[in-house]
């Protein structure tokens, strides 16, 4: 079955550098997604991203971050400069259209210290 | 941002029980859809939820969407050990095409 997959599964950095995570959406979707989970919390949405441009971003999703699909099958989560606060697990999901059928990566667990 | 709220927390039962448990919204949803997460990895999909008082079932989980839109709950019957997880509701609201995620309810099975 195909699936999400995401790298790195662990990501270790110091606060104000600059961490790229990556996620391989499944091949024929079209809408891609990325929510972060802080330990124990619920999962929040951070952004979505159609048609090469992003449609839709939460409050969390300021200035620091940017998303791109620089060819046809990655898509990336850039923080320019990492706070302590961003320490979590990143997920990345897709969809093959609008109906609420999200499949998730594993995700990568992003730790600032 | 949108406020799901699921209860219980959390839940300890005996391998064999049913579990019941539900997730409730100040908004309406278009969608509701229930995904499991275990330690380390991404929420898996198990039942997805399109109408008003929809009855969905997968195995042994059934799930159904509330008439007023604001709620949906998900019940599992004779649990088995690895049922073992975090259970999330997840709703989209109209017009939008991210999810919110409810509270979880860490589900703990006793062999």
């Known amino acids: 079955e195909p699936e999400v997959t995401q790298t790195p599964s662990h990501q270790v950095t110091q606060m104000g550098q600059e961490v790229i995570l990556r996620c391989v959406p499944i091949?024929?979707?079209?809408?891609f997604y990325w929510y972060r989970q802080i330990l124990g919390q619920k999962v929040e949405f951070l952004v979505s991203f159609y048609n090469n441009e992003i449609s839709e971003k939460s409050e969390i999703f300021d200035d620091q971050f940017s998303v791109e699909r620089p060819d046809g099958s990655n898509f990336t989560l850039k923080i320019r400069s990492t706070k302590l606060e961003d320490s979590a697990m990143y997920f990345c999901?897709?969809?093959?259209?609008?109906?609420?059928?999200?499949?998730f990566g594993p995700g990568t667990r992003l730790t600032v210290t | 941002g949108q406020q799901l709220n699921q209860s219980p927390q959390s839940m300890f039962i005996q391998e064999g029980e049913d579990v019941s448990m539900n997730c409730t919204s100040s908004s309406i949803f278009n969608t509701w859809l229930w995904y499991k997460q275990d330690p380390g990895e991404g929420p898996v999909l198990l039942i997805a939820l399109y109408k008003a008082g929809e009855l969905t079932s997968n195995g042994r989980l059934t799930a159904q969407f509330g008439i007023t839109r604001k709620d949906s709950f998900l019940n599992i019957s004779a649990s088995i050990p690895s049922d073992v997880g975090i259970y999330f509701c997840a709703g989209l609201l109209p017009g939008a095409n991210n999810l919110f995620f409810g509270t979880g309810t860490r589900l703990t099975v006793i062999p």
């Open positions: 091949s024929n979707h079209l809408y």
């Open positions: 999901a897709s969809e093959a259209g609008l109906a609420g059928y999200e499949y």
